[in-house]
Every structure is written in structure tokens, then in C-alpha cells.
């Protein structure tokens, strides 16, 4: 007697945790991106010349915000490698400055450890993998190792020309696997040399690229 019981309880306790499994399944939690970056505002002299670009992946921990899982939010952990090729050149200041001439193909180049944020809506259940989703995001980098390589001349490691810190916004929507990525920057990435009278709150990057998610 006592073993049906037992047996009973342990099937009543394993449907039920298979329940709230299916409740609270989780979606979306690698991420890999790939993009085109640009300068969002517009600034006198300054040319993007070539093809500037940028790679971010990590981990997202998905936390369902309701029992059909189709609203959650999102915190993780990522890495990004970013590379800006413009007329930008080093100062005497030791800033940048911008080049009189627009045709010089510079680049800048960083690495970033990432701590995105993610509000999450979807039309996923536990059993498709096939669903639409608009994730809103923010974002903060941690940026280091950045180097610069003229147009002509060897490429060098920067000091104090590229934000410890930058911010951004993100939107990111799609179907089942391919997904569109916008990002903007809040917060500059390039330090300019006060000689140039263009204020640093100017160079804001922006990007638009492709997002892949995996479980």
C-alpha cells in the first residue's frame, strides 16, 4: 500500500514538474551577430571610407515573465570585436582629428566585454522552435585593446582615444532564423581632440546586421 502510494506521488510530482517545465521553457539564450557600423550623425570633414563592421556573441540567461513563456526578459554576457575605417588621424594632442582629406582609408579597431539587457516578446510555445520576435535591448561595453592603423604607416595600440565605457539601444525582430539586428550608440565611442571644435557627443555608432539565436 505504502508503495502505491509512493509510486503515485512520484508520478503526480514528475507531471507536474514536466507542466511547469513547459510553462517556463526557456528560448534564445546564444547569441551571434554580425553588422555594418555608421556614424549616426552627420559631421563636417568626416568620411567613412570602406566597409566598418562589427561581430558580437555571448550568453543570455532567458527569464520567463509570464506561465506561457512568451514574454521574458533577458540578462547575459558577451564579447565584440568592432572596426571603423574613416579619415580619422592622431592629433598632436594625442586625439583624434579629422584629415582634410576624405579619401583616407584609417582603421580603428577594439574589442568589448558586453552586458546587454533584453526585454522580450514572441510568439513561441514549449513545443515550436518556429516563432516572431521583437527583443528591445540595452547594452553596456566595456571597450580595451584598441589599435589604430593609418592608411599609410604601422599600426599602433591607443591610449585614452577610445570610451572605457559606451552605451547603446537595440531592437532586434524576426522569424525562426534570420533576424534583423538596429543598434544605436547613446553614449560616444571616439575621443576628438578639442582642436577640432566638433563636440565628442558627435560620434555616435550605429549598426544594422544579422542576429542568430540558438537555445
Known amino acids: 500500500m505504502r508503495l502505491k ?3 503515485s506521488l512520484f508520478l503526480v510530482n514528475l507531471l507536474n514538474s514536466q507542466e511547469n517545465n513547459n510553462l517556463n521553457y526557456k528560448e534564445d539564450q546564444i547569441y551571434i551577430n554580425f553588422n555594418f557600423d555608421f556614424q549616426l550623425r552627420n559631421i563636417e570633414g568626416y568620411q567613412q571610407n570602406g566597409f566598418s563592421r562589427s561581430f558580437n556573441s555571448g ?3 532567458d527569464i520567463s515573465l509570464n506561465k506561457k513563456g512568451n514574454k521574458a526578459i533577458a540578462i547575459g554576457l558577451g564579447y565584440g570585436y568592432t572596426r571603423l575605417v574613416n579619415n580619422l588621424d592622431i592629433g598632436q ?5 579629422i584629415e582634410s582629406d ?3 582609408r584609417n582603421r580603428i579597431s577594439y574589442h ?3 552586458f ?3 526585454i522580450r516578446l514572441r510568439t513561441s510555445t514549449a ?4 516563432f516572431w520576435r521583437v527583443y528591445l535591448g540595452y547594452r553596456i561595453n566595456y571597450n580595451f585593446l584598441a589599435k589604430y592603423k593609418p592608411f ?3 599600426k599602433t595600440t591607443l591610449n585614452n582615444y577610445v570610451s572605457d565605457f559606451s552605451q547603446c539601444l537595440s531592437l532586434s525582430l524576426g522569424f525562426n532564423t534570420w533576424n534583423i539586428r538596429f543598434e544605436t550608440g547613446i553614449s560616444p565611442i571616439i575621443k576628438i581632440s578639442s582642436n577640432s571644435k566638433i563636440p565628442n557627443k558627435d560620434f555616435l555608432i550605429s549598426s544594422v546586421g544579422l542576429v542568430f539565436y540558438l537555445l
Open 152 to 154: 599609410f604607416g604601422r
Open 59 to 61: 550568453l543570455l540567461k
Open 112 to 114: 568589448s566585454v558586453q
Open 127 to 130: 513545443e515550436s522552435f518556429e
Open 102 to 104: 576624405s579619401n583616407l
Open 93 to 97: 594632442d594625442s586625439s583624434f582629428i
Open 5 to 7: 502510494l509512493l509510486i
Open 116 to 118: 546587454p539587457l533584453e
